[in-house]
């Protein structure tokens, strides 16, 4: 597997390194580990990290602090890759921050910012050192009284539309996240009754936002809100920067930075920033075995072994990834297929309407991009395997982790004895 870090900007995009695969690695890949297959390069990661720090430590000096938003993909490779480049965590659940943990980041460095937790998940996150919590709502301010954090944030609702697809405009008007503006007041109130001091505001607006302009409103909430609170301690913008899927091509974070920078309200110590798909979605691809072509009607199919149970993003959001037929041997036209995968739903599908030249069985199909929210989301649906998953480093192979059996899904199951 190799890369090309050549960096070239435009307007909006950079394209930074591209992850492109060998044909004769990927035949050694596919027979000793099978189909469908994750590949991952960590060197693509550390780029990427390195990118979107130097674009905001030129606006910010040292206030500002990257938290991985580590939902996106909780790979340990990945973890640890960003560890040792300084970043820090950010947990939406214990799971993640027990993990972030065992991979050796500093506990004052992960964020826990659930959408709702017990009070025996704050307790937990409080009793492993967790640097900072963030609430969801005033029920979690009181769920939390009495459990000590070195800092204590709001997420706010501002209100504010942005993403690529309704289901991840999280910052939205009466979207189930965080508390609405106008309670502000009320949630800072009900933390100071029982001796809980908020010290910083936290939001997250949405996924893959290719534009700035939301950023800057973001920051004019928050410079509203400021009046509030007595120590100004952190801004936490979250994530949600974008991706062009169709071209490979980041959003300029420059652009981001810069646009936040110019806003930022000054009274607070620090910036922090979640970027998540952002630092992963090019660093791996997903290979999968074509078992079929067959046409029904004026519709034509390629039937590969990875399905939504591998890549549930094109069925859950309508989601677009580029595909690559690795088949240097056909002279054929290019025709217009829709790519499905195994499941016994109509939804099953990897990409729609796309033109490829047709296969034959035993082909093989690359789906690009899909670092972000592709294993992480994957399930054991029709009772299909988890891919496995190599990981990549300076172009050898550092870690695997193995592909679901039948005996590894099942033995959670146990005969319950009264």
């Not at 965080?178 to 996924?207: L, P, T, V, Y």
């Amino acid at each position: 597997m190799g890369y090309n870090k050549n960096l070239i900007l435009n307007d909006f995009f950079i394209t930074g390194i591209t992850l492109s695969i060998d044909k004769n690695l990927i035949m050694d890949l596919v027979k000793k580990f099978g189909t469908p297959l994750y590949i991952t390069d960590v060197d693509i990661v550390k780029q990427n990290y390195e990118n979107v720090y130097k674009s905001f430590k030129e606006n910010f000096g040292k206030n500002f602090k990257i938290y991985y938003a580590m939902k996106a993909n909780f790979n340990p490779f990945i973890l640890e890759t960003l560890k040792e480049l300084g970043s820090g965590v950010d947990a939406a659940s214990p799971y993640e921050f027990l993990l972030a943990k065992k991979v050796g980041f500093r506990d004052k460095e992960i964020s826990f910012a659930p959408p709702n937790a017990s009070r025996e998940e704050i307790a937990l996150a409080s009793e492993n050192g967790i640097g900072t919590l963030i609430f969801d709502s005033l029920d979690m301010i009181n769920t939390a009284k009495g459990i000590h954090f070195d800092n204590y944030g709001i997420r706010i609702n501002p209100g504010i539309e942005a993403g690529f697809n309704e289901k991840v405009m999280t910052g939205k008007a009466y979207s189930k996240f965080g508390i609405d503006i106008s309670h502000i007041r009320d949630a800072i109130d009900k933390a100071n009754e029982i001796k809980i001091e908020i010290n910083g505001f936290h939001a997250h607006i949405g996924s893959n936002i290719l534009d700035y302009e939301p950023y800057k409103l973001l920051m004019e909430r928050f410079k509203e809100l400021s009046k509030f609170l007595m120590k100004k301690n952190f801004i936490d913008m979250g994530g949600g920067f974008g991706y062009d899927y169709y071209n490979g091509k980041h959003y300029d974070i420059s652009k981001i930075s810069k646009a936040i920078s110019e806003n930022f309200p000054m009274e607070f110590n620090e910036l922090r920033l979640e970027p998540g798909r952002y630092l992963v979605v090019n660093a791996t691809v997903l290979l999968s075995k074509i078992n079929g072509v067959k046409e029904m009607g004026n519709k034509k199919y390629i039937q590969i072994d990875a399905g939504m149970n591998s890549l549930i993003r094109p069925a859950l959001y309508n989601a677009y990834h580029r595909v690559e037929l690795i088949n240097g041997d056909s002279n054929d036209e290019k025709e217009v297929f829709d790519v499905v995968g195994p499941i016994c739903e109509s939804d099953d599908y990897i990409a729609l309407n796309v033109r490829l030249k047709r296969p034959k069985i035993g082909d093989y199909l690359i789906i690009h991009d899909v670092g972000a929210y592709g294993v992480s989301m994957a399930s054991n649906y029709n009772l299909r395997p988890i891919p496995a998953e190599v990981i990549l480093k300076n172009g050898k192979i550092i870690g695997i982790k193995e592909r679901d059996d039948l005996d590894s899904i099942i033995n959670k199951y146990k005969i319950y004895n009264l």
